[in-house]
């Protein structure tokens, strides 16, 4: 089955605890994304990339770091967490091979909450 | 940065009743995408237009980009109760994935 998958689903944390969000697709999607959901606030890009090795910051980067060192995986990583970091986090991948932009498959999303 | 502006922020209907969602950009998009998430779910896509004064339909839904592409709206005639969700629309500036903004949703809630 296609699937975008996120580990793991729920987290409670403490502040400065590293924490890494693991994300992997099955569909031999060229990009991947990592988005935030806040009430009101809709859907905000935190990193994306377009290919293995290849990242770029999105609209809201500060406090996170990715990396995209196989096609299938992109990890987001939270190295000192806060509490202004307790979201709900989506991973998302898209098929661009053939077009600039495509339909992008989410994950099931991980909800994260730093004390 | 770039934004996409939509509203209304909430939507209450009574069921069979129709609902539009309307979504602006101040700057030309190279193509407007619709997603629907259902509470408690993930953002499933459901369509992509690109060209100019583009309508297309699924079923009950009617989708619209502007002539200017500067706009588009989600048009659901006689809402049912499966219509309940947040309906985003994500504009692309510049022609790549990287480039989508989304808007920040509309949350339609539907009473029987």
């Known amino acids: 089955e296609a699937q975008v998958t996120q580990n793991p689903r729920y987290l409670i944390t403490v502040t400065g605890k590293k924490l890494t969000v693991t994300c992997s697709q099955n569909?031999?999607?060229?990009?991947m994304s990592w988005y935030r959901q806040d009430p009101g606030l809709g859907l905000r890009q935190i990193y994306y990339s377009m290919n293995v090795e290849v990242t770029d910051k999105g609209d809201v980067p500060e406090g996170y770091k990715v990396s995209r060192k196989e096609k299938r995986n992109f990890p987001l990583i939270l190295e000192s967490p806060s509490p202004n970091q307790t979201s709900l986090y989506f991973c998302?991948?898209?098929?661009?091979?053939?077009?600039?932009?495509?339909?992008?498959?989410f994950g099931e999303g991980s909800r994260l909450t730093v004390l | 940065g770039q934004q996409v502006m939509q509203i209304p922020q909430y939507q209450h209907v009574q069921e069979g009743e129709d609902f539009t969602t309307y979504c602006n950009s101040s700057?030309?998009?190279?193509?407007i995408q619709w997603y629907k998430q259902r509470p408690g779910g993930h953002p499933v896509f459901l369509i992509q237009l690109v060209k100019s004064g583009e309508v297309k339909k699924q079923k009950r839904l009617t989708f619209q980009f502007g002539e200017a592409k500067k706009n588009s709206s989600l048009h659901i005639t006689a809402t049912q109760t499966t219509d309940v969700g947040t309906y985003f629309c994500?504009?692309?500036?510049?022609?790549?994935?990287?480039?989508?903004?989304f808007g920040k949703g509309t949350k339609l809630s539907v009473k029987p």
């Open positions: 700057t030309t998009l190279s193509n």
């Open positions: 994500a504009g692309n500036y510049g022609g790549s994935q990287g480039n989508l903004i």
């Open positions: 998302a991948s898209s098929l661009i091979r053939f077009a600039n932009t495509g339909e992008l498959f």
């Open positions: 569909m031999n999607h060229e990009y």
